[in-house]
């Protein structure tokens, strides 16, 4: 039997474990805080639970557009938020689901050691547990340990004020004032929660528009909304510090000016859980971030070692994670492999609305790594969003200009999440935009759009190519 070692439970490691188990190995893992890691504990699950909360807020919020009329100035006048209450559901929400992870993993047969893990040369794993250190042999260990946010060294987080995006789920009233340090993903959707949760919110965006690694006319589109919304956006500044005064946070500017609220929430980025692991001590090969350098099936550059999810740096999502671990376990077993494919990765932002992007990014077609036809559908002219009193969104579709091969796209509209995978699915097979539009769509709908942009690109002459 093949001995596997996991070091970290989240979708990384949890699902390898599944794989390895599934493929006969005799599969350990180590997990020092809970099953299903940061993602199910501490990050994705309890931020998309806040963020569904919040979603409920703003559509009674938009109800006036419908002519449903609150009778108050505020929506928050009439529906009070409990978020000591919201909080709870939320934590209790991602322990019940940690415990079903625990539970499949355990009725299947993984073998589950709570500590914190390290590497003892190639082929062993010291567990330090509430009994002492134990010893585990390994034919293969897959290092899973993901990430911890990044502080900066003058705005330490205090867990009451000035905030991790770990310790919001601490707070027991809506901030008064809260001060989002970071337009990255995890900066847009708490401040796009909040917002909607009836707090006064200001994102400090140290670039020119909110969310940089995204599609640029996705994200202005985004930032027009949170500025509809009553949110401060300012733009090109970077924070530097944040100090408590009383009842307030100070967040200082590297340009000099302050910024004053009652909270401050750090969203700056994560640094690898990597240090302490013992991994160059048997020559594991880090770069120059800290995160394990791995190939398209997890290897690392030590045989019997593979890693996976965030504390690669490949892809930080969950999605990615699961599929990096199910692959290194596939590969170390003599499955059957695909490697990796980040073309087909689909992603979403959880904000209001919702940006949703598969394949090949704009930046790319802009940047000439490909040649594509494309076409930017607004929804403002879809009925179903008229009807819906939403019309902030837009469906691109990218496709190969010779074949109409369907190669990416990206949907910005309320459940964009769900929307998407139809995108997603004609990426990963292939499909052409001909082929793609024969499908029926609902009538009205706003998936109507996406055939439609599809449509579009039959004559591909007339759309925008990019070289
Ligand atoms: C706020 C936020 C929201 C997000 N939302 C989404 C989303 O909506 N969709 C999405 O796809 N992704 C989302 N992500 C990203 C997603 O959470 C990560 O990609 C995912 O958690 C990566 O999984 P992982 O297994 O690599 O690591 P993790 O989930 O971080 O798990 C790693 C585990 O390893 C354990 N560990 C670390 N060191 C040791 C050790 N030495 N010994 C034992 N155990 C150890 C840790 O305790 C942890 O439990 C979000 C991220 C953030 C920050
Ligand atoms: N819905 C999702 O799937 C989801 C949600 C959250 C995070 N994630 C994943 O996590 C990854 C990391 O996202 P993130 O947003 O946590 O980190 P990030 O590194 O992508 O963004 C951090 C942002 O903070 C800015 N910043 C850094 N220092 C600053 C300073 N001093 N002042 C002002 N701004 C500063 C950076 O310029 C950057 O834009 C994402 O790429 C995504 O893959 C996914």
């Keep these: 039997m093949t001995k596997v070692v996991i070091i970290g439970g989240g979708p990384g490691g949890y699902e390898a474990a599944l794989v390895a188990n599934q493929l006969g ?42 002519g449903l009329h609150i009778a108050a100035p505020d929506v928050t006048d009439v529906v009070r938020v409990d978020l000591g209450e919201v909080n709870e ?24 050691v709570s500590g914190s893990a390290r590497l003892d040369g190639p082929h062993r794993v010291v567990a330090t547990t509430e009994s002492g250190e134990k010893a585990f042999d390994a034919d293969i260990v897959l290092v899973a340990t993901g990430t911890t946010p990044r502080e900066l060294p003058e705005a330490r987080c ?48 140290s670039r020119r528009q909110v969310l940089p690694g995204q599609d640029q006319d996705a994200a202005a589109v985004l930032q027009r909304a949170f ?16 100090r408590r005064e009383g009842d307030e946070v100070v967040v200082s500017l590297e340009d000099g000016r302050e910024v004053r609220g009652s909270h401050c929430l750090m969203a700056v980025g994560a640094i690898p859980n990597s240090a302490g ?19 398209r099936v997890s290897r690392t550059s030590v045989r019997s070692i593979y890693a996976a999810g965030d504390v690669t740096g490949v892809f930080a999502l969950a999605s990615v994670a699961a599929m990096q671990g199910r692959i290194a376990m596939w590969h170390a077993l003599g499955d059957a492999v695909t490697p990796l494919d980040l073309r087909r990765v689909s992603s979403n ?3 209001t609305p919702e940006i949703a992007t598969v394949g090949i990014t704009q930046q790319e077609a802009d940047d000439g790594d490909v040649r594509v036809a494309s076409v930017l559908l607004p929804l403002a002219s879809n009925a179903r969003s008229k009807m819906q009193g939403f019309t902030d969104g837009f469906v691109k579709l990218f496709c190969l200009p010779t074949t109409g091969i369907i190669i990416g796209g990206v949907v910005v509209a309320p459940r964009a999440s769900e929307l998407i995978h139809a995108v ?26 996406i055939a439609e942009a599809a449509r579009r690109l039959h004559n591909r002459d007339e759309a925008l190519l990019t070289t």
């Excluded at 994705?44 to 419908?66: F, G, W, Y």
């Excluded at 689901?97 to 073998?111: E, F, K, N, P, T």
């Excluded at 500025?227 to 944040?242: K, L, T, V």
Aim: charged share 20%; proline share 2%; with cysteine.
């Design 89 to 112: 559901r939320v934590l209790h929400l991602a322990r019940a689901q940690s415990a079903d992870i625990a539970q499949r993993l355990r009725q299947d047969g993984v073998h589950l």
């Design 227 to 242: 500025e509809r919304r009553g949110m401060e956006i300012m733009s090109e500044s970077r924070a530097y510090a944040a």
């Design 349 to 351: 932002v959880f904000t």
């Design 277 to 295: 692991l013992g991994l160059e001590d048997v020559g594991v090969a880090l770069t120059p971030s800290g995160h394990i350098s791995v190939d």
């Design 25 to 66: 190995g005799e599969v350990t893992l180590i997990e020092r805080e809970g099953l299903g890691g940061a993602a199910v504990l501490s990050d994705c699950v309890p931020s998309k639970t806040l963020i569904a909360t919040a979603e409920v807020m703003v559509r009674i919020e938009n109800a006036r557009q419908l």
């Design 424 to 449: 997603s699915i004609a990426v990963a097979q292939k499909i052409t935009v001909d082929d793609f539009s024969q499908a029926f769509t609902v009538y009205p709908s706003m998936s109507g759009s």
């Design 158 to 205: 205090d867990g009451e004020r000035i905030l991790n995006w770990k310790q919001v789920y601490n707070l027991t009233e809506v901030p008064k004032r809260l001060i989002v340090v970071g337009s990255g993903v995890t900066g847009a959707e708490f401040a796009s929660a909040y917002d909607g949760l009836g707090c006064d919110v200001v994102l400090v965006s």
